[in-house]
DNA sequence: CGCCTTCTGTAGTGCTCGATATAGAATTGG
DNA sequence: CCAATTCTATATCGAGCACTACAGAAGGCG
């Protein structure tokens, strides 16, 4: 029984930076969605030949789930952080929208969500249907917020938790759709003010 | 110089239904997207072999157009339905929107909107664009709608077309992507109805 | 009937897909 | 130094993609 030598160190060393490789994966991702994106597109953006992919990230659909939690982290992190600073559901999510406006029409990098379009139309059944256990559950968190405000009188009484949660979703996934097609910060940033009115 | 021959008459005749099979590929894209659709999946759903398919429909890109162009007169036909059947541009709207609810979660076809979903992450530019634009004029031809009301006094003056055409795009595409998310009739109709306290 | 036209089925075309076998290169541990 | 380990590059795998060449079948027309 040998013992079990430091991980890590031993062997030749990678020859590429796995966090540059991790972010040209997730603009492609990003961009042209989890199939239309291949392989071969990935290493070529990242610079190396498919075994170095497959050695540093699985296959392609666990790199795609490491893009994701990525994603979620970086450009994605205003919902939850627009939710846990504002003092009401109300204000967080004026602030989300708000947010969204600029960030899915920012021309830095691709158009509209990831975690919205980047699995739509996607024939294998368990990677659509782990982002989209995740789209819903960001629903039902908001849900809980919203209620848990009213519970706490934070927001009127005759304030509709699963409505709101609901309408802000679509909401919000229609602004992405329409950033892909191309509206630009100033529109999306109205449709996200407009979108307030609904609430009491 | 030969005379030519009455179209359609002379040789074999065609073996199956040219509009069943039509139908067959519209529940196909509907469901799986453009580029998800294979031809093998296609001719598989329409009984044929690839031979029979390209003789009748052209491609599969030229299938698709057929495709788009039939739902717009069948289950897509309900938008411009609304739009001429009523006699404002809000009372136009709050019925596309409540139609479209009952619509996009049938549990009798494919969820969502085939117009909006089935080029999402289309690795072809010209049939991502193609549709894309039938999107976009759909957004302008309802922001003249609404301008032309508002000028003929059929609408309050403080109404804004541009804003309002944003925003009923962007619920609409919203709530096709949450009922492909799984959201049901109820819950996209109280959205439908949220999204008629924007209007002034 | 025989000819022409059109459609159908078999059986492929070349291409791209995700993923890998194999061998060599680079590093650490002894 | 040598051995063990880990990564990299070349070349390729079988499967699926959109599409089609070819030959035969099925009809109208003379």
Redesign the pocket.
Known sequence: M?TT????????????DREAALEQALRLFWQHGY?A?????LTAAMG?????????FG???TLFAEVVARYRESHGAYTTRAYAEEPTARAGVARMLREAAAELADPEHPWGCLMISSTVNCTSPEVAQAVREQRNANVRALESRIRADVAAGREPADTDPALLAQFTAAVLQGMSQRARDGAGRAELEQVAAAAMRVWP
């Open positions: 040998a030598p430091a991980a890590g160190t031993r062997g030749r060393p990678r020859s590429f199939e994106t291949s392989v071969a597109d190396i030949r498919p075994p170095s992919l497959y050695a540093a296959d392609k659909r």
